[in-house]
């Protein structure tokens, strides 16, 4: 079997192996700076009541722990954890339109991140939610729209 070639891909730049291919995949780093800015959307479309965008900005999340469970598997563990204790109860409470729950636990998903950054080696990274919300996206309630 050492004989084979690796599998290649073809483009018009050149060719790449598989392993190339894999090794170009974002890990967690690359990963949270997304987490981040779609963690930090979602508060500000709750707060403002345009509950689609925290549902979509959840959804958007919970794509993101995946892409990093595939390419961290070591993570899988603290990701799923995560997800359970922090993203299940905001999913319900995004559905039930109700702030003054999702905003607790926000800031729960908040304290575990920063646990999660010392636990992983990472305790200079500690996260906190920005005083403004983002002001590219409008964040009020919206209207169904068909």
């Known amino acids: 079997m050492a004989d084979e070639k690796p599998i290649v891909g073809h483009t018009k730049h050149g ?9 170009l995949q974002p890990g967690l780093g690359t990963l949270m700076r997304d987490v981040s800015e779609r963690y930090w959307i979602l508060y500000y479309a709750a707060k403002g009541g345009n509950w689609g965008l925290a549902a979509y900005e959840l959804r958007g999340l919970r794509s993101l722990f ?8 070591k993570y ?16 319900n409470h995004i559905a039930g339109k109700d702030f003054s729950a999702f905003e607790k636990a926000y800031i729960q998903g908040v304290e575990l991140a920063n646990k999660m950054h010392i636990a992983s080696n990472h305790g200079e990274i500690i996260w906190k939610l920005p005083p403004n919300p ?11 729209k068909k």
Do not use: Y
């Open 15 to 23: 060719e790449l192996t598989l392993d190339q291919l894999a090794e």
């Open 66 to 73: 995946k892409k990093g469970i595939m390419t961290r598997p």
């Open 76 to 91: 899988q563990g603290m990701l799923d954890n995560f997800a359970e204790k922090i993203f299940d109860p905001l999913e």
């Open 134 to 144: 983002p002001q590219h996206l409008d964040l009020g309630p919206q209207s169904e």
